[in-house]
Structures are given as C-alpha cells and as structure tokens.
C-alpha cells in the first residue's frame, strides 16, 4: 500500500498550515490538519456546476462565475455542460491553489485552466463582483468550507449580506447563484431570502453513490420559473403573531 505523502506546503491568509498530499492517484488538500477538499469525494462539487447551470442548456454564450478553483472539479462539469462560446471566470484568492493545479492537480480532470474559454483571476472575488454589474448568468460559489468558513476569516464577508447582495447585482435577470457548503444552515437561507431570492435546497452525495455522508447545494434566483426541480423548500421562520390577534375577545355581558 503506498503511503500518503506532502506534495507542497502553503500558509492561508490568517497564517493557516495548507497541505497538499498526494495519495497513489488521489489527491487531497488540508488546512491545519482538517480535510478540506479530496478527489475520491468530488460528486458534490460536479453537481454544484449541473444545478447552477441547469438553466443554460442550450445557451450560445453564457458568462460565467466560478468563485473557488478547488481541485478543477466543478470548472471541468462546467466546460463540458456549456457552448464553445461561453466564457467562465473563475475567482481564486490563493495562488498556491492555482500553482498547485497547473503543476499537480490538472491531470484529475483534463487540465481545465488550459481551455480558451477560462479567465483566471486570482484574488479576491468581492472585487471582482462589486465592478461586475449584470454580468453572469450564473455564479457558482464553492469557497472555503461553505458559509461556515475555515481557511480565511475574510471569507465570512462573501457569505453574509454584503456578499449575497453584491452576487445578486452581478447576476443577469434569469441568473442563478449556486451556493457550495458542507453543512446545512437555517440562517444562510433566511440570507438568501433576504436578498429577494427564490431558493432551493439540494442535498447531494459527497461521492458517487454514497448515501451517508452528503453536501449541500443552493441554488438561488430572482426567477423561481428558472430553478432546477427537486430540493427542498427553505426553512420559513414562524410568522410572529400580532398584539392584536393575540388579544383575548370582549366578552358581552
């Protein structure tokens, strides 16, 4: 049995440990000894792209937005769903991610960054939404560990108000934003309802044909009609009943 060996080394921005290892043929990536991603469990990140483009079928030159490169997974689903013509940006605030994946990782999938329909940005993505007007017709977010972000704190800006409504004005009209987490999260899509989206939620396997251990995907837009079927409704919190309703009746004598 070959051993699990260091492929490269890098710090996050909040001075992490990142780890590449290199298992036989599978690769993974760690940060301070937690598994962040790994090749045998990439089903979530291929359904990411299918659900969050499930609208473009068909579409001759649609734009758009992959905010986490990862290991290439939801970059390669994408660029064989789509045209020749479409144009995929993909955000990677971590360059050794992308060292990583033109030196190590881009042999998992084809090598993706090599296609001419990829624009590869490295940096943060809240710059490149907030100068993206009515851009993309899809914004497909798998960036750190979901809303509950464990790489860089700064992520948390991406995942809150600020960060929902600058997707949603980089959004088309018929856009859809597709949103990556490794946990469920109440809150996250009362944030997502906030910003005036209609929602689905989709729990989806980890890996091929695993039934126990899932992700989560939402895909979120302001057309309802445009959302791939299947998923679950969000969770609505309890309306909060009125004084007045609450009033006891007048009792007539």
């Known amino acids: 049995m070959k051993p699990k060996v260091i492929i490269a080394t890098a710090r996050t921005p909040d001075g992490g440990e990142m780890v590449l290892y290199q298992h036989d043929r599978d690769f993974s990536i760690e940060i301070n000894n937690q598994d962040l991603m790994n090749s045998r469990q990439h089903e979530s990140e291929l359904e990411l792209a299918r659900l969050g483009c499930a609208h473009l079928a068909g579409s001759k030159a649609p734009s758009i937005l992959i905010g986490g490169l ?13 045209s020749p013509q479409a144009q995929v940006v993909v955000a990677e605030l971590l360059s050794a991610v992308v060292e990583w994946n033109r030196e190590f990782l881009g042999q998992l999938n084809g090598q993706p960054l090599e296609d001419k329909r990829v624009d590869l940005k490295t940096g943060d993505i809240m710059e490149l939404l907030s100068c993206s007007k009515s851009r993309f ?6 960036i750190d560990n979901g809303p509950s ?4 704190s700064g992520n948390h800006r991406l995942y809150c108000y600020e960060g929902i409504l600058a997707c949603r004005h980089a959004l088309r009209k018929q856009g859809c934003l597709a949103v ?18 209609h929602v689905r939620r989709f729990s989806v396997p980890a ?5 126990s251990l899932s992700r989560f995907v939402w895909v979120a837009s302001e057309d309802k009609l445009i959302l791939p079927p299947g998923g679950g409704e969000p969770h609505l919190p309890p309306r909060k009943e009125s004084m007045r309703s609450r009033r006891r009746p007048r009792e007539i004598h």
């Open 149 to 152: 972000a464990m790489t860089n």
């Open 70 to 82: 990862g290991l290439g997974y939801t970059l390669r689903q994408v660029l064989d769903m789509l």
């Open 180 to 197: 990556w987490s490794a946990e469920p999260s109440k809150k996250f899509e009362q944030l997502l309802i906030s910003c005036r989206f």
């Open 137 to 142: 017709d899809a914004i497909l977010l798998d």
């Open 207 to 211: 890996y091929k044909g695993s039934k």
